[in-house]
């Protein structure tokens, strides 16, 4: 018996830097345009703003370097932008109420009863209203004489306010209408987070004895920090963001006492006796600081939070 000769194996052809790479690769290929709009629109008009904000520009002329005159202006008494930061801290602070009251409202219609549909619909309602359309419905409803506030104040004996026409309350009823969309946004977050809360961990702490506060501080929050962290980021920015709101409500008024930086930015930089682009880029840029200080604490806060618990 002839011993069998077995044919030559062919050499292996070497694959290619791609081949190689192809799982590691490939997200980023998907990755790629987002990574590039984003760096565009976004990354590099933050860098150009740090630059034009040391220099006096109208926008069409030529720069002319001033280094931080702009910022020298702002911090060395300028009346606008002092009454402009501190409405935004009260924005900030007082709007961060639409996540606990989303998180009520979400705890709420978290049922399984008939209709809760509906009524999750009409609690979602707000937020898919534009900031200008949820504007002009405040402004009719604090209107002095007409207006629906005052008609219930007049039912209970008050007597009638004007909310936009009193620079003492303006801000505060500007607040008001900007919580009613954002509460149902926060909710929208919170009623997904409690889907994916884990019914195994409920039943072993009503095993344990668990219930009412204790089960939503210990049981269901720990499991709603997604939703939570999502929620105080968007709320922020929208709180220090705010324009559309003062914009058709009060324009900034009366005398200014509603005035936020963005909107004070918008003045400076564009409106119609602004053309100051250096300025207002500086103004951007203190706003940026202070988005970036609040997100930066509260990223950190989770951080040392999840650190802990491992």
Request: overall charge neutral.
């Amino acid at each position: 018996m002839t011993d069998m000769v077995s044919p030559p194996i062919p050499p292996q052809r070497s694959r290619g830097w791609y081949k190689r790479n192809e799982i590691a690769v490939t997200p980023w290929l998907f990755l790629l345009p987002g990574i590039l709009f984003f760096a565009v629109y976004v990354i590099i008009p933050i860098f150009q703003s740090f630059w034009i904000s040391f220099h006096e520009w109208d926008g069409l002329g030529e720069k002319v370097w001033v280094g931080t005159g702009n910022y020298e202006r702002l911090l060395g008494g300028d009346r606008k932008f002092e009454v402009s930061f501190w409405n935004n801290i009260k924005w900030l602070f007082l709007y961060l109420l639409a996540i606990p009251a989303g998180l009520f409202i979400a705890l709420l219609l978290n049922q399984t009863v008939r209709g809760i549909r509906l009524y999750k619909s009409m609690f979602f309602f707000p937020f898919v209203l534009s900031q200008v359309v949820v504007g002009l419905v405040f402004s009719w409803f604090y209107l002095p004489r007409e207006g629906l506030l005052n008609a219930i104040l007049g039912v209970v004996g008050a007597g009638p306010v004007n909310i936009l026409g009193d620079p003492t309350l303006a801000t505060y009823g500007i607040i008001a209408a900007g919580l009613w969309p954002q509460t149902a946004y926060c909710m929208i977050l919170y009623l997904t987070g409690l889907n994916a809360v884990d019914p195994e961990q409920i039943e072993a702490a009503r095993l344990d004895g668990a219930k009412g506060w204790k089960m939503l501080w210990y049981v269901v929050l720990p499991q709603l920090r997604p939703a939570t962290f999502i929620a105080f980021v968007v709320t922020i920015i929208g709180a220090l963001r705010s324009f559309d709101l003062i914009s058709v409500m009060t324009n900034g008024g009366p005398f200014g006492s509603t005035r936020v930086l963005s909107f004070y930015m918008f003045e400076e930089s564009l409106s119609e006796f602004g053309f100051r682009m250096g300025y207002g880029a500086a103004i951007a840029v203190v706003l940026f600081f202070i988005m970036l200080f609040f997100i930066a604490y509260f990223l950190y806060s989770m951080y040392r939070d999840e650190k802990g618990a491992r």
